[in-house]
């Protein structure tokens, strides 16, 4: 659903700027069609190599930007902050580069090494997060 009010919003917006519906105006309506399912898609292709059985050509980087992922959905789960962002990524209403900002990856790790809520560290009571 994402995908498609993004795409009719590319209408709305070539419409506006279109003097004819001719071929310039189907070339650009299209190629602004296409960004928004081109990240949608990137972000479900990534997603499918998580699991192993998987085939087809696996784009670079795939392995770690899932093992970041992963470790997202358990920082997640103690930072609210990282949550809103990775669901407004999911949502498809920030870009993908949300989650790789300096800042937002060192909240990411840190929050991570929490691990997992509901499970205890084998050293010791659960820890709460500051802040």
């Not at 700027?17 to 069609?33: H, L, Q, V």
């Not at 990282?82 to 300096?102: K, M, Y």
């Amino acid at each position: 659903m994402s995908t498609a009010a993004q795409r009719a919003a590319a209408l709305a917006r070539c419409l506006d700027r279109a003097g004819a519906i001719d071929r310039s105006f189907a070339r650009s309506y299209f190629r602004a069609a296409a960004r928004p399912v081109a990240v949608a898609w990137s972000i479900t292709v990534g997603g499918d190599f998580a699991y192993a059985g998987t085939t087809g050509r696996k784009p670079l980087g795939t392995d770690l930007l899932n093992r970041y992922t992963a470790r997202i959905n358990v920082a997640a789960q103690h930072d609210t902050a990282v949550c809103i962002r990775f669901s407004e990524v999911a949502g498809l209403i920030r870009r993908p580069e949300w989650l790789l900002t300096p800042a937002f990856v060192l909240r990411v790790l840190r929050s991570s090494r929490l691990g997992p809520a509901g499970e205890r560290p084998a050293d010791g009571p659960a820890r709460m997060p500051a802040g």
